[in-house]
């Protein structure tokens, strides 16, 4: 079975500083990855999209890495804002399979 | 605003009553999708419309009905709800499903809870 699996589960941080999340998978044959940031209340919203020959994507201050070998990306926020405070999920899709695999995501607060 | 529109945003339901959610998207987009969100779970899909037509189960189906009414809406029905549905249900649309690149364009979500 496809899975997705972030860390941490939640993670505290002050204004201005960085973090950086952690998405490993195993959903196989791999076509694409992407990070969501999703607000309290709302639906997600894209970031950043990467295929098997991208190991890097930058948003702004969002930057994903994939690694396709070891089945691993992380995203890495710079320089956090209050309103950086959201969950933040990563997405998995296999080439043979429209369908999308979900992890659990990160939330992150920011604080003052 | 451009996007994918549901309706209701919040509803209690009383266990085996009955209820649709409505969903609606103004991109164009040939395919839709219904998921539900639990705590500590990844969303979870509930059912897909691939194109205009055409509907099918994804992973979490039971209980649940859909209907594509024509391209831009997708609704989902609930005959007897149970508190197991109590969830925040997304609905989400792309342009296609076939696409290596495809974005998923989510609502802003509805919060059903089942007493």
């Known amino acids: 079975k496809n899975q997705v699996e972030q860390s941490p589960q939640s993670l505290i941080i002050l204004e201005g500083k960085n973090c950086t999340l952690q998405?490993?998978?195993?959903?196989?044959?791999?076509?694409?990855l992407r990070w969501y940031k999703q607000d309290t209340g709302r639906g997600p919203v894209s970031l950043t999209i990467m295929t098997f020959s991208e190991n890097t994507k930058s948003n702004g201050r969002y930057t994903a890495t994939l690694d396709a070998d070891t089945k691993q990306s992380s995203l890495h926020i710079t320089a956090s804002q209050l309103s950086d405070s959201a969950s933040y999920i990563c997405v998995v899709r296999a080439s043979n399979d429209y369908k999308l695999s979900f992890g659990a995501g990160t939330t992150v607060t920011v604080r003052a | 605003n451009a996007g994918v529109t549901q309706t209701p945003k919040f509803q209690v339901l009383k266990t085996g009553q009955s209820m649709t959610l409505q969903c609606a998207q103004d991109?164009?987009?040939?395919?839709m999708y219904w998921y539900r969100q639990d705590p500590g779970m990844g969303l979870r899909l509930i059912y897909y419309s691939a194109s205009e037509g055409t509907t099918d189960k994804g992973e979490v189906p039971n209980g649940y009905n859909v209907s594509r009414l024509n391209k831009r809406e997708f609704s989902l029905r609930l005959e007897s709800a149970a508190p197991s549905q109590t969830s925040v249900y997304f609905c989400?649309?792309?342009?296609?499903?076939?696409?290596?690149?495809?974005?998923?364009?989510f609502g802003s979500g509805t919060r059903l809870t089942v007493v």
């Open positions: 998405c490993n998978y195993t959903v196989s044959p791999f076509s694409n």
């Open positions: 989400a649309s792309s342009e296609n499903q076939g696409a290596t690149g495809y974005g998923y364009t």
């Open positions: 991109m164009n987009h040939n395919s």
